[in-house]
């Protein structure tokens, strides 16, 4: 019996053979390297430096468009004089009480269209008459009603906030399943409990979208309110220092300004959101 199960025809063997191929194959260096995203990100941004250094070195006008090391050298400079890290610490600071603030009031504009359909109505129609009027055409009013100083970036930088994240996370809390709505309220969660323990871990991939989004546009809106009237109490942040030397044609001064810039901008978008990404929603499993 034995013999006769052994020569069945649906029965196949598998013969394995000492020159078998290999299934796993360790990378090389350069492939491992190339999987690393500020790798590929670091590449990028060398070859944008060599094409900026090369069109420089093309045009021959430093007045016009300085090379990328006549700007590094700037910037190494007003580094060291402490120019640049005192205007941008003037920046920063304005910058973080206007996005806190923004924040706030996005949260609970959405908090009060999740919980109620006026709330809802309130916040489609604010979003509606604001969002698309642009932070700049407040500046004229913002000096009126503050003055020329910091309150007056404050508000404005409040209104490019504000729209933005609220809009992404109202975006996010629609989203959530009905089915998960349901286990909250059976745990009897309700109101802020029913916000805080399901609505915003399930929505949290578009509140931080909503997040980066209004961090950029605060970002922008505070330079540009900083080149119209950026001076407080006789110091100016990085916008005013970008005006300045433009005012005195140290061309070289403005790009390490806009260097500082993009710097900061790429700091706060790979470095600190990418380590919230993280920790959160590529935890979590919601985000490859």
Do not use: C
Request: glycine share 10%; no cysteine; hydrophobic share 55%.
């Amino acid at each position: 019996m034995t013999d006769l199960l052994s020569f069945r025809p649906e029965i196949i063997r598998e013969v394995h053979s000492g020159n078998a191929p290999v299934v796993a194959k360790s990378l090389g260096i350069a492939e491992r390297l190339y999987r690393l995203g500020f790798v590929r990100k670091g590449l990028i941004l060398a070859v944008l430096a060599l094409v900026w250094e090369a069109y420089g070195r093309w045009l021959g006008n430093p007045l016009l468009f300085p090379t990328f090391g006549e700007t590094v050298q700037a910037f190494a400079a007003n580094i060291a004089n402490g120019i640049i890290p005192e205007r941008m610490l003037v920046s920063l600071q304005t910058l973080v009480i206007g996005y806190a603030i923004g924040i706030g009031l996005a949260a609970l504009l959405t908090t009060l269209a999740i919980g109620s359909r006026i709330g809802a109505d309130l916040l489609e129609t604010l979003t509606s008459m604001f969002n698309p009027l642009p932070a700049i055409a407040l500046l004229p009013l913002a000096l009126i009603w503050f003055g020329l100083g910091t309150g007056s970036i404050i508000f404005v930088l409040v209104h490019s906030v504000l729209w933005a994240i609220a809009l992404n996370t109202h975006a996010g809390f629609r989203s959530v399943s009905n089915t998960l709505r349901m286990v909250g309220l059976n745990y009897g969660l309700r109101n802020l409990r029913l916000v805080r323990l399901i609505l915003i871990p399930a929505a949290f991939p578009a509140i931080l979208t909503g997040l980066k989004v209004g961090w950029a546009f605060a970002w922008r809106t505070l330079i540009a309110a900083e080149l119209v009237f950026g001076v407080s109490s006789g110091s100016g942040g990085l916008g005013w220092f970008i005006y300045e030397n433009r005012n005195q044609l140290e061309t070289a001064n403005v790009f390490a300004g806009l260097f500082t810039v993009i710097l900061i901008g790429l700091f706060v978008e790979n470095v600190i959101f990418a380590a919230i990404e993280r920790r959160t929603i590529r935890r979590w499993g919601m985000q490859h």
